[in-house]
């Protein structure tokens, strides 16, 4: 806690990096989420292969529930359940918790 900013929120100390601890670009963009001032971050909605395994997980989830709703259909549960697993083994395998900003 010892790099905190001073008593005041844009002063000179909120441009300065070695305050920050990073780069000048760092310590500008803390300068203006400080200041509540707008500024847009990055369009970045991660990669293609994280949304093919939200869709996996997603298409299992549906078709299990639905399998369940208008049946029970044991066998579709159960596939559906394994196409849940598998879109959430290559979640992990891809590592797509890592695709924030």
Do not use: C
């Not at 760092?26 to 991660?46: E, I, N």
């Not at 298409?59 to 159960?78: C, D, E, I, K, N």
């Not at 196409?83 to 992990?92: R, S, Y």
């Amino acid at each position: 806690m010892a790099d905190q900013l001073g008593s005041s929120t844009m002063g000179e100390t909120a441009a300065e990096p070695a305050v920050t601890g990073g780069s000048p670009e760092d310590a500008r963009m803390l300068a203006y989420q400080v200041s509540g001032t707008f500024t847009p971050y990055p369009a970045f909605h991660g990669r293609k292969v994280s949304w093919a395994a939200v869709a996996t997980i997603v298409a299992g989830f549906l078709t299990g529930g639905l399998a369940l709703v208008f049946g029970p259909t044991w066998w579709l549960f159960w596939a559906a359940a394994g196409l849940a697993a598998v879109g959430g083994l290559l979640a992990l395998a891809t590592n797509m918790f890592e695709d924030w900003y």
